[in-house]
């Protein structure tokens, strides 16, 4: 399957900015996808990009897409305990398939 | 709407025992996909559906086999559980291909 990356972790303080960075490795991604998923609960979509933007801003929730470098980032801007949660980056490669990085487990301190 | 449930929602095995996960939704959605998350490791696809009545192997298949006898139901049936087997189990469902992607609560399976 495609290599989807991302780091393991990430703490914040409450109010401040968190930024979530991801790697993919095919080019021909067509959507690229960020997905919460909260303390025993499924995933849930957060925010989606398509290929062809190089940004994508939904209030607190800012996209950035470098295609070249096929790196994308999920920033949160003051970010509070409520986004604590897991997040995956996704890449839609071919018609049914999603392919999921490992997740980043986002940790906001009061 | 319940959206998509899945049941049970835990259970435990004995190697090569069998059991069957069960997914539903009322949202009318044409796709169905069921995903095993590990730790460390992104969602992987091990089935879908793309319709009633029809079923295509994800990334990995090998183990698992489903059905889609009714547009609402997705089932994933484990014939010989085997501790590699043990994961979390999510069910998926979308209206089309490129559509968002609904998840279920999950399924945790723990096989001895």
């Known amino acids: 399957g495609e290599d989807v990356e991302q780091s393991l972790f990430l703490s914040v303080r409450e109010g401040d900015s968190s930024v979530i960075n991801c790697t993919y490795t095919?080019?021909?991604?067509?959507?690229l996808y960020w997905y919460k998923q909260e303390p025993g609960a499924g995933l849930q979509l957060l925010t989606y990009?398509?290929?062809?933007?190089d940004m994508k801003q939904d209030q607190r929730l800012t996209v950035l897409l470098n295609k070249k470098d096929k790196h994308l980032s999920l920033r949160i801007a003051d970010t509070q305990t409520g986004d604590s949660a897991i997040y995956f980056c996704?890449?839609?490669?071919?018609?049914?398939?999603?392919?999921f990085g490992t997740g980043t487990r986002l940790t906001v301190i009061p | 709407n319940a959206g998509v449930t899945q049941t049970p929602k835990f259970r435990v095995l004995k190697t090569g025992q069998s059991m069957t996960l069960l997914c539903a939704q009322d949202?009318?959605?044409?796709?169905m996909y069921w995903y095993r998350q590990d730790p460390g490791m992104g969602l992987r696809l091990i089935h879908y559906?793309?319709?009633?009545?029809?079923?295509a192997k994800g990334e990995v298949p090998d183990g698992y086999n489903v059905s889609r006898l009714k547009k609402q139901n997705f089932l994933l049936g484990l014939e010989s559980a085997a501790p590699s087997q043990t994961s979390v189990y999510f069910c998926?469902?979308?209206?089309?291909?490129?559509?968002?992607?609904?998840f279920g609560p999950g399924t945790r399976l723990t096989v001895l």
């Open positions: 949202m009318n959605h044409e796709y």
């Open positions: 095919d080019s021909s991604s067509t959507y």
């Open positions: 998926a469902s979308s209206w089309l291909a490129a559509s968002e992607q609904f």
């Open positions: 559906s793309v319709g009633e009545g029809t079923t």
């Open positions: 990009i398509f290929s062809n933007m």
């Open positions: 996704a890449e839609r490669a071919g018609a049914n398939n999603l392919f």
